[in-house]
C-alpha cells in the first residue's frame, strides 16, 4: 500500500498559484494518484487524478514526474473559497484507492 | 435529482446503545464506502463493498457492522463494542475503482 507525505498546512493570499506536493515513494505500477478537496463539516469533493505526466481540469492540474514518486497538484489563482483540506491519495484497489491521510490544510488570506 | 444521501446529520445516543447510520444512493454505483473522521484528522475507512452482499473491513472495522442487502444502501451500525463512537461518519460512492468517488454530506454522531 503506497503511503503518502504531504505538508500538515500552507498558506497562500488570494490571486495567487498554489502548489500542493505529494510524496508517494512506494507507488506501484498500476497506482493512480488522486486528490480530493474537504471543506469543514462536509464530505470530500473530487478534484483531479492522473496516472503520468500532466492531467489538466477547470479546476486544478496535476503534474506526475517520470518516475511518480511525488505529485504536485496546481491551483491557479486561489480566492478565500479555496481554503480547505486537500487529500492526496495513491491506489488502484477499491480497499486502498480511497485510503486518506491526513491531508494538507490550505489557508487563503485576503 | 441523483447524489447520496445519509441521515440523520445528527445524533445523539447513550453509551452502551447500538445505532444504526443510513446511507443511500442513487447513482447506481457499484462500490460504497464508509469512514470515520475524528476533528482535525483525515479520514478513516472503515468498511467497504463493491458489490450486493459483499462488503470487506477496512482499517478501523472493530466495533461496527455493515450490510450491503442492496445496491442503493449501506447502512453502518456502531455498536456497544466501539470504544469511541463519537465522531463524523462519512459514506461515499463510485462506480468503480479507478473513478471519481462522491460523498454524503455526513452524518455526526454523539455518544453520552
Known amino acids: 500500500l503506497a503511503k503518502t507525505t504531504q505538508p500538515i498546512s500552507m498558506d497562500s493570499y488570494e490571486g495567487q498559484e498554489v502548489n500542493i506536493t505529494c510524496s508517494h515513494n512506494n507507488i506501484a505500477t498500476n497506482d493512480y494518484i488522486t486528490w480530493y478537496q474537504q471543506f469543514p463539516s462536509q464530505g470530500p469533493r473530487f478534484i483531479i487524478q492522473?496516472?503520468?505526466t500532466k492531467v489538466t481540469n477547470e479546476v486544478a492540474s496535476l503534474f506526475i514526474p517520470a518516475d511518480r514518486k511525488s505529485s504536485t497538484l496546481s491551483l491557479p489563482r486561489v480566492s478565500l473559497s479555496d481554503t480547505a483540506v486537500y487529500y492526496c491519495?495513491?491506489?488502484?484497489?477499491?480497499?486502498?484507492?480511497?485510503?486518506f491521510g491526513g491531508g494538507t490544510r490550505l489557508m487563503v488570506k485576503p | 435529482d441523483g447524489g447520496i444521501t445519509q441521515s440523520p446529520k445528527y445524533l445523539f445516543r447513550k453509551e452502551g446503545q447500538n445505532v444504526t447510520l443510513s446511507c443511500e444512493q442513487n447513482?447506481?454505483?457499484?462500490?460504497m464506502y464508509w469512514y470515520r473522521q475524528d476533528p482535525g484528522q483525515g479520514l478513516r475507512l472503515i468498511y467497504y463493498?463493491?458489490?450486493?452482499?459483499?462488503?470487506q473491513k477496512g482499517d478501523i472495522a472493530e466495533g461496527y457492522s455493515v450490510s450491503r442487502e442492496k445496491k442503493e444502501s449501506f447502512p453502518l451500525t456502531v455498536t456497544s463494542a466501539q470504544k469511541n463512537p463519537t465522531a463524523f461518519y462519512l459514506c461515499?460512492?463510485?462506480?468503480?475503482?479507478?473513478?471519481?468517488?462522491?460523498f454524503g454530506q455526513g452524518t455526526r454522531l454523539t455518544v453520552v
Open positions: 463493498s463493491q458489490i450486493v452482499n459483499d462488503f
Open positions: 492522473g496516472y503520468k
Open positions: 491519495l495513491v491506489g488502484k484497489n477499491a480497499g486502498n484507492m480511497l485510503t
Open positions: 447513482l447506481n454505483h457499484d462500490a
Open positions: 461515499a460512492s463510485s462506480i468503480g475503482v479507478f473513478t471519481e468517488a462522491f
